[in-house]
């Protein structure tokens, strides 16, 4: 498989973390498939698969991305992490035992911020504390911190309804991190916000990340938020849903989201990119649809932009 290292100027990152990554995986993907059925009657349904052959290790502390057209697995390799959905094929681990069910050590943000609407911020993040049955004053201590974390904390009693989308999702980070996770799932989570508002929580989700060090994945469709936020970025096919290629992010955190790093290693992920956006052409266009010759143009720096028109 090949790897992208490109500026290896990370001074600030302690040697001790270098070595954690030398460690056993948390995480581990072995061989993972699984399949869908398409189709009502038995005899006349046909099978697919999501996800075809997915093997990847994911260490302490890395905060991996994981991007791909629309339709290449990614949301279902979240669900089977999460113990949403069980592989057909390959085993799952984390913290080398065997993932056979959903639990509280793999917290799932999604797009939707699922907060309770009847509970204020401090209940939200106190209720999943109160299911694993810690005392009041202990879940009290917790949820301050945590909101505190992420700016919230003026905002306590305060209801979801109150709350901007970008203000939800925070709160979301904060409940998801006070249950003490092994590791943060999240599919997707800033995709409904406006531009503005997803670069503030791209930089406040890196320095909650520095700050706790949690085993992040992170699902997105776009290669300049994989940039923003991971160290490794693993590029998706569709058709069957497999690994293309994962390329290292050697930049240092927090990122400066104008380093010239930044812009060569989106040009060479969009051209890793440029097939799968024509089968994504074919499969949701007609036949003339061809984005290759027709709406991709290179720009000066030497990265490909994506004009919407019939193409060909
Ligand atoms: P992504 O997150 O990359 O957009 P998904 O993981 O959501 O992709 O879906 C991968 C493929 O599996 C798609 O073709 C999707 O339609 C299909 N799929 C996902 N979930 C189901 C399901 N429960 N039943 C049938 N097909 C599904």
Avoid at 51 to 69: A, H, M, R, T
Avoid at 144 to 169: E, N, R
Avoid at 278 to 297: F, H, P, T, V
Wanted: glycine share 8%; charged share 30%.
């Amino acid at each position: 498989m090949a790897q992208t290292c490109i500026m290896p100027h990370i001074t600030h990152l302690k040697d001790d973390y270098f070595l954690s990554l030398k460690k056993e995986p948390k995480l581990r993907l072995i061989n993972i498939s699984k399949r869908y059925i398409v189709g009502e009657e038995k005899d006349n349904c046909r099978g697919f698969y999501a996800v075809q052959d997915f093997s990847l290790d994911i260490y302490d502390g890395e905060f991996i991305c994981l991007v791909g057209p629309s339709g290449c697995g990614k949301s279902t390799i979240i669900n089977l992490i999460a113990g949403f959905e069980k592989p057909d094929e390959g085993k799952i681990f984390c913290d080398n035992k065997e993932i056979k069910s959903s639990g509280p050590d793999r917290c799932v943000i999604f797009q939707e911020n699922g907060l309770l609407p009847w509970l204020n911020l401090e209940q939200n993040i106190e209720f999943g504390l109160k299911i694993l049955g810690l005392t009041k004053s202990k879940r009290n201590d917790i949820s301050k911190k945590y909101l505190k974390m992420v700016h919230l904390l003026k905002f306590a009693k305060s209801y979801p309804f109150q709350l901007s989308g970008g203000m939800k999702q925070r709160v979301s980070i904060a409940r998801a991190l006070a249950v003490d996770p092994v590791m943060l799932l999240m599919d997707e989570p800033f995709s409904s916000l406006d531009p503005r508002t997803r670069d503030l929580l791209h930089l406040q989700l890196q320095q909650i990340w520095l700050e706790t060090r949690k085993t992040v994945l992170f699902v997105s469709h776009s290669v300049e938020e994989a940039l923003r936020l991971s160290d490794r970025i693993v590029i998706m096919g569709s058709q069957p849903g497999r690994i293309r290629r994962i390329v290292d992010v050697n930049l240092p955190h927090p990122r400066d989201f104008f380093h010239p790093g930044i812009a060569k290693l989106r040009a060479e992920i969009l051209e890793e990119l440029e097939d799968e956006l024509n089968k994504l052409a074919k499969r949701e266009g007609d036949d003339d649809w061809n984005i290759k010759e027709g709406s991709l143009r290179r720009r000066s720096d030497g990265s490909l932009a994506v004009s919407v028109g019939s193409g060909g």
